[in-house]
């Protein structure tokens, strides 16, 4: 399933970890410093689900 991103919960003021985590690269961040998911790289393999440390990266339903 897609991963979604829940703004609430992230810091945003930080090179986020999970770019480098990616394993496709389809992890980058907007100008405000939100994660942003480009759904067409993702494999939904779920690693940014488990090792974002806010956890700020939600499966969608």
């Not at 991103?5 to 003021?13: G, Y």
């Not at 907007?30 to 488990?50: A, F, H, M, R």
């Amino acid at each position: 399933m897609p991963v979604e991103v829940d703004k609430s919960r992230c810091p945003h003021n930080h090179v986020c970890p999970l770019i480098k985590i990616c394993p496709v690269d389809a992890i980058s961040q907007d100008q405000e410093g939100y994660p942003i998911i480009n759904y067409d790289l993702c494999i939904e393999c779920n690693k940014c689900t488990k090792y974002c440390p806010m956890g700020a990266m939600v499966i969608k339903d």
